[in-house]
């Protein structure tokens, strides 16, 4: 308590509160009054440090933890604005394992003696004053649970890491959580290369302006899978009486979604407004760090009575009494492991609009919380009612066999829930048919003949593995935006698109991964692992025994890995190929290298014939490509090769001249004219870019490009060294005259 003392100042306030983020601490500091000084950790000040293991293995899994570089100025300013001893420390940190984490660690750095825990689910005024009132400890289940997922994830990771390092190449990374999604999106991407597409066809009659679509053949489901047969149903059917057989309508009540959780928020974003998973998130935690939304980690469907008088008061006043039930719409959460018990993401205002938004923040923000608003709004009003109208046609073909055909429409009675959700079609799509009547005969007038094929399964988006990460459990509400920029970010999947697509490292990784770690990327013990960090949260299972247990088994899977998989076998993507090598004429397999796929002799070590998979400059596709005239450093030939970055045109000179240029295309600059060349972002994204930069800075279809003039070397040049000694004048000690310490020594 000595060092408190020393730290409290005069102008000190009486009670000190402490949250993570900067806007969150200048969004709560308006509700509190001048007794209350509200400061920011800027997130955690504690943890294991990169550089190493940094876990006790040998001592009950002991965490090395150490403060976070730059973080020390932070703890000293909180320590140099800590109340004297009759006032209060409140740590306000979100309302989660590793906001639990975070307070211990503050109150543990700072030693204070008696912090007070305080969690509030929106940062409203009378969610944190009231949360002031009622404190309460930390609680150590939550914390242990935190560390035992970032210790467990820390070895994993480490050592996972460096068996991939050995197995193939140094700089590759694994993951506890990670390696199941990749899995997930490598066996879908074989479920596509493996599909074998069935031919089937439509068949559609059309008659006195309808159009009726086959259904059934003597009573049963109608499937048509060869042109022969569909050609025979059109000479059947061809000029024969089609007849209403029966006319069925019925009324159709669509209840409205439940308010948002982290996935179906993430989900709905992604498909509504293109938002990645990492970029919802972030607009997610700055509405809830102004307080404009409730926490937005949550896999709660629940509302609190506040926000459901609110909903329903502006339903009312916005909508009218019919698009308010009677009672409340309460919502059941069915997810797999389904945790932390907090409200759903809702506005905390619902009078605040879209508009409001905008001005305070950005159109994205604005559009984001706009989509909460209505998924809130909506999940408490009536629902839709429409009338869906189904018409059943038969024709006795001049083949003895009798054809059934379908057509129909819906038509909306109320709209409800949609009205404010969106979506609704006001089209009556039942009009067309109020003339027909059981009975009534037409003739057939023609058939049409659609042949088509069965497609594969659809590759995943964000939106659907975020929705397939939450039904296998794996993971958490925190967990799901993370995941996916992990393996974006180690080189694992691109995103082609909105597809997230598999890189021929993240099969390779991917099939090391399910050989020798069969347990780690099971998608069910993944979900047992989480049901383990509950158990410890609860205090039903213990921090050590668990570690022993989980780090034992993938310590002898390492272990095993590490004596018994081949290098070589790992990098073979295919092994059945009709390539010959040109040295022995043994056949080739496809090997993946640091740069790239190429084929390599089958009889390696013993012939190390090698050859481009590319087949070299014969299969460049020259009417999109173009090959560059000359070395632009020694005027030599270039040669077609394969870095770490794709294709590249090389010096024939090599190493003796290391000119290089990129994939030249067949188009030119806009601004400069020189040619344009291919490119991958930092993201894995591919663009068209100037040969020419840095000196000029166009991309083909980038906004405002086309505007910006091109930076010479020149100006550059000038730039930095003018900052350069802008530096230098800053550090330099200030020079004394020689007269003047002359007179300081006289």
Request: net charge positive; aromatic share 8%.
């Amino acid at each position: 308590m000595a060092a408190k003392k020393k730290s409290t100042t005069k102008g000190n306030p009486k009670h000190l509160v402490l949250v993570e983020s900067p806007s969150k601490a200048k969004t709560i500091n308006k509700y509190l009054g001048k007794e209350y000084k509200v400061l920011a950790t800027v997130g955690h000040v504690i943890d294991l440090p990169k550089s190493k293991l940094a876990v006790d293995k040998e001592n009950d899994f002991t965490p090395e933890w150490s403060m976070i570089k730059g973080k020390g100025k932070v703890v000293t300013e909180i320590k140099k604005n800590l109340p004297d001893e009759n006032h209060e420390v409140f740590l306000a940190m979100d309302p989660d394992r590793e906001g639990e984490a975070i307070a211990y660690h503050v109150a543990a750095k700072l030693g204070l003696k008696s912090p007070k825990r305080i969690v509030f689910n929106e940062i409203t005024k009378s969610a944190v004053t009231n949360s002031i009132e009622s404190p309460r400890e930390i609680d150590d289940g939550l914390v242990h649970s935190q560390f035992a997922r970032r210790v467990l994830d820390r070895l994993v990771g480490y050592e996972l890491s460096q068996v991939l390092w050995q197995k193939m190449w140094y700089g590759l990374s694994g993951g506890r959580v990670q390696s199941p999604a990749l899995r997930l999106i490598v066996e879908r991407e074989q479920e596509i290369d493996a599909f074998d597409p069935q031919e089937y066809w439509e068949i559609f009659s059309n008659f006195e302006g309808f159009r009726a679509q086959l259904s059934k053949i003597e009573g049963k489901k109608a499937i048509v899978s060869d042109s022969k047969t569909a050609k025979s149903i059109e000479k059947a059917c061809v000029g024969e009486k089609i007849e209403v057989d029966e006319i069925k309508t019925r009324k159709v009540s669509k209840s409205p979604s439940a308010p948002f959780t982290t996935s179906t928020l993430q989900q709905a974003a992604n498909n509504r407004l293109g938002l990645s998973a990492s970029r919802t998130m972030q607009l997610a935690q700055q509405l809830y760090q102004q307080g404009h939304i409730t926490y937005m980690r949550t896999d709660s469907t629940n509302l609190s009575k506040q926000a459901l008088d609110q909903s329903r008061k502006f339903i009312k006043d916005v909508y009218g009494d019919k698009y308010l039930p009677k009672s409340p719409r309460i919502y059941s959460k069915k997810s797999k492991n389904a945790q932390e018990a907090h409200e759903a993401v809702r506005p905390t205002n619902f009078s605040m609009t879209q508009a409001d938004i905008s001005e305070m923040m950005t159109s994205a923000h604005a559009k984001l919380y706009e989509m909460i608003k209505s998924r809130t709004v909506a999940s408490q009003m009536e629902n839709k009612q429409s009338e869906q109208l189904s018409v059943v046609l038969k024709v006795d073909g001049n083949d003895g066999v009798s054809y059934s055909y379908r057509m129909g429409g819906e038509k909306v009675l109320f709209d409800g829930f949609r009205r404010a959700w969106g979506g609704i079609d006001s089209e009556d799509k039942t009009a067309q048919f109020s003339s027909l009547k059981e009975g009534d005969t037409f003739k057939v007038e023609k058939l049409e003949l659609d042949q088509l094929f069965t497609k594969p399964p659809a590759r995943f988006n964000e939106a659907s593995l975020v929705k397939m990460l939450e039904k296998l459990g794996i993971g958490r509400p925190s967990t799901y935006a993370s995941i996916i920029s992990v393996v974006i970010a180690r080189g694992y999947v691109l995103k082609e698109g909105k597809q997230l697509v598999p890189t021929d490292v993240g099969k390779a990784v991917c099939g090391l991964l399910v050989k020798s770690f069969t347990r780690l990327v099971d998608y069910d013990y993944t979900a047992n692992i989480e049901k383990s960090f509950d158990k410890i949260a609860s205090q039903e299972l213990e921090y050590v025994p668990f570690m022993k247990q989980e780090y034992g088994v993938f310590d002898g899977e390492r272990n095993e890995a590490m004596d018994k998989v081949d290098k070589a076998e790992v990098v073979i993507l295919e092994k059945d190929t009709d390539e010959k090598c040109e040295k022995c004429d043994a056949q080739m397999h496809v090997k993946l290298g640091r740069y790239g796929k190429f084929y390599t002799c089958s009889t390696f070590p013993d012939c190390d014939g090698i050859k481009s998979i590319d087949g070299g400059e014969e299969n460049m596709d020259f009417e999109k490509y173009k090959k560059p005239s000359e070395c632009p450093k020694c005027k030599a030939q270039m040669k077609l090769k394969v870095g770490k970055n794709g294709q590249f045109w090389g010096c024939e000179k090599y190493p003796e001249c290391k000119g290089i240029v990129g994939l030249l295309l067949n188009k030119s600059c806009d601004l400069c004219k020189k040619d344009l060349v291919e490119r991958r972002s930092r993201w894995g994204k591919m663009f068209n870019g100037c040969s020419g930069y840095p000196d000029c800075n166009f991309i083909e279809g980038a906004k405002n490009r086309g505007k910006r003039k091109a930076t010479t070397k020149k100006k550059t040049a000038k730039k930095k060294a003018t900052s350069r000694k802008k530096t230098a004048t800053k550090k330099a000690p200030k020079k004394t005259s020689k007269s003047k310490t002359a007179k300081s020594k006289k």
